[in-house]
């Protein structure tokens, strides 16, 4: 899933993201994908991650990490 498959998800299920108190973030690399010229080296951009709950109406809360790139102001609700 893409960043924005993702944002559009969250935003069309009235997703609210409650990140988790006192647990700590951690960031990840990314890097180029096969069939890019640059495949395998570490790209610019990078990934942080938090850890929180994913509550949808009419569905089971669920825990895990996110990635902070793909939370949107707009459309979902982030705590």
């Keep these: 899933m893409t960043r924005e498959q993702a ?3 969250m935003a069309t299920r009235h997703a ?3 990140s988790a108190k006192g647990i ?3 960031v990840l690399p990314t890097f180029y ?5 640059n495949a395998g080296k570490k790209a610019d951009k990078t990934m942080t991650f938090i850890y929180g709950a994913v ?3 009419k569905s089971e ?4 990490r996110v990635a902070k ?5 707009e459309g979902s609700s982030v705590h």
Excluded: A, K, N
């Design 7 to 9: 944002r559009v998800y």
């Design 16 to 18: 609210t993201f409650r």
């Design 24 to 26: 700590r973030t951690f």
């Design 33 to 37: 994908p096969p069939g890019d010229p």
């Design 55 to 57: 509550e949808v109406p």
């Design 61 to 64: 809360t669920i825990y895990g």
């Design 69 to 73: 790139e793909t939370l949107s102001q």
